[in-house]
């Protein structure tokens, strides 16, 4: 980044380059998260996802609001000018994060083991050890990412985060691989996968701090008197604690629901510790690629904001409507058909992924999970535009209704042993809709510009059920024809061996041949699907030239789709 010519982005400026940053991070985390699930055990698959659940909330607690008010306050108060006020506003909210950063990293540092029992995992403690100084130094660096999202500035965070998943994958794989092969515990595996964290944490804050010392120095002198300090902290407290107790919800029922989990399947079901944790490393990787969807809402979350927030502030309503009907519009763009996928073909992608783990339990729960995926995209870029509207106690309103009936739902279900750990699946369904809808419903109902549903829903979902059926037929045929021809090879295999003698050339060759069918049977469908999607998607004009308009150069890539 030039710290001398910072050039700011628009809204799909922005959220382009962070989708950029994005989709480069989830394709290294894919890389992480799926061979990371071979390397390990089901069981170790399961530390790991246990202490990262209590990361999670303590990263929320400690970050959760303040990068959003941080960045409110910042756009604000640039969009008039006052630029003595935005750095004050940073000081002391980079000062309110170092404190909660070095509470949670001492939570975790010093009582690893009572976390991990209290979440029925006691192998865990390796593994929020090795955790505790990442949630230390996110601190420092998501006040400079808000920081820089308030001046509309989004590369420094997505190089930030591209940082981060590199040291994640490179590290962490390293460290996983070498201590399953030479420590007996597994749970020190999961550990060092895990430790690829913490230090792709550190080494993106040092990133954001050149950053922000390059960005500072080209700044301009203001003359502007900020407000009293306290004024500001009580401003961004109020920003803060609401999206902070909001966000904190779904955070802290992840937590309850793997200790519900985890109990449910010893107490009720009568499970050892040992297969439990087995059973929710299978449920743990169907979640990996359910999470894959809400990763890409993002860059939308991030720009929404700002972007609302800065057009309320010059009185220009309508195009605080317009950009939020459209980042609803794009939502179902990008949520509905990644949702239909996963129903779809939740089975043959975990066996293409996890071979070796349980397909046909983590392909029914990740088939259902498509469905929740739908409903946690919404419910992530409802919340940002609530938020830009001030309206910050609504989404915790709704997220803590949603959460309750989960953890109610996922009791009983799990406890039922003809349901078991697939309750986990349908609680994650029941919940997220209930706060997709009735966050919708608030939208609907309150927003200055009636929101159109029918523009944001009808022409995506059509469009995505014709790209599932097309997937779901053309998987069969897939199959059908990778079954003919590795039949055919086979024989011909067999030729060759009994010419040769070295029936070990069978083993090989029949596995080789297995792997590379089911991947083409999957591959295949989901590339056909594309295509037909975004066909349909121009057909039947889902996008508008006022949407395209919103993009860097949109009135040229209209011409070429020839959208009006």
Request: net charge positive; proline share 4%; hydrophobic share 55%.
């Amino acid at each position: 980044m030039s710290a001398s010519t910072p050039k700011k982005n628009s809204f799909f400026g922005g959220a382009g380059i962070l989708t950029a940053g994005i989709i480069i991070v989830k394709l290294i985390g894919a890389l992480y998260k799926i061979p990371l699930g071979n390397i390990l055990t089901d069981a170790a698959f399961s530390d790991f996802n246990t202490a990262y659940n209590i990361y999670s909330l303590l990263i929320i607690i400690s970050t959760g609001g303040l990068p959003v008010a941080l960045s409110k306050m910042v756009s604000e108060a640039n969009a008039v000018g006052r630029g003595n006020q935005v750095k004050k506003v940073f000081n002391l909210a980079l000062a309110a994060f170092c404190v909660l950063g070095t509470i949670s990293f001492c939570i975790m540092a010093f009582f690893p083991q009572q976390l991990a029992d209290a979440m029925r995992d006691s192998q865990a403690a390796y593994s929020i050890l090795a955790l505790a100084p990442a949630v230390f130094f996110i601190c420092p660096m998501s006040a400079m990412r808000g920081y820089f999202q308030g001046h509309a500035l989004m590369t420094p965070t997505a190089v930030s985060q591209i940082i981060e998943a590199l040291c994640k994958l490179v590290v962490g794989l390293a460290l996983a691989s070498m201590f399953q092969k030479t420590m007996e515990d597994e749970a020190m595996a999961a550990a060092g996968a895990i430790l690829g964290v913490s230090v792709g944490c550190l080494l993106g804050a040092v990133y954001m701090y050149f950053c922000y010392r390059g960005h500072t120095r080209s700044l301009l002198k203001s003359n502007d008197e900020p407000e009293d300090s306290r004024t500001i902290l009580s401003t961004l407290a109020k920003l803060a604690i609401p999206i902070t107790l909001s966000s904190s919800v779904i955070a802290l029922t992840n937590i309850l629901d793997s200790r519900i989990l985890l109990g449910q399947l010893q107490d009720a079901l009568g499970m050892t510790e040992e297969l439990a944790r087995e059973t929710k490393g299978v449920y743990d990787k169907a979640m990996t690629l359910y999470n894959l969807p809400a990763s890409f809402m993002v860059p939308l979350t991030a720009s929404v904001i700002p972007h609302v927030s800065a057009a309320l502030k010059v009185k220009r309503r309508r195009q605080a409507a317009q950009i939020s009907e459209t980042a609803l519009r794009t939502t179902a763009l990008l949520a509905i058909p990644a949702g239909v996928g996963l129903f779809v073909l939740g089975e043959p992608i975990m066996r293409l992924l996890y071979s070796s783990t349980d397909v046909e339990l983590g392909g029914w729960m990740l088939s259902v999970l498509g469905v929740a995926s739908i409903a946690v995209c919404f419910m992530l870029v409802c919340n940002s535009v609530l938020q830009a509207y001030r309206m910050v106690t609504l989404p915790m309103v709704t997220t803590l209704a949603g959460s309750i009936l989960k953890l109610i739902v996922a009791y009983f279900l799990i406890g039922s042993k003809d349901i078991g750990i697939r309750g986990g699946a349908i609680s994650t369904v029941v919940c997220f809709w209930l706060i997709a809808l009735l966050d919708l419903f608030i939208i609907k109902r309150t927003l200055p510009r009636s929101l159109s549903l029918r523009r944001v829903f009808l022409k995506p979902a059509a469009a995505a059920a014709a790209m599932g059926l097309s997937a779901w037929a053309f998987h069969g045929l897939a199959c059908k024809a990778m079954l003919a021809l590795g039949v055919k090879l086979k024989l011909g295999l067999f030729v060759l061996l009994d010419e040769l003698g070295e029936p070990v050339l069978d083993e090989l060759g029949a596995a080789a041949l297995s792997r590379m069918g089911v991947a083409l049977s999957v591959l295949i469908p989901i590339g056909i699907a594309v295509i037909v999607y975004f066909a349909l998607i121009l057909v039947t004009k889902a996008i508008s030239k006022e949407d395209l308009a919103l993009l860097p150069k949109g009135d040229k890539i209209a011409r070429i789709l020839r959208v009006e």
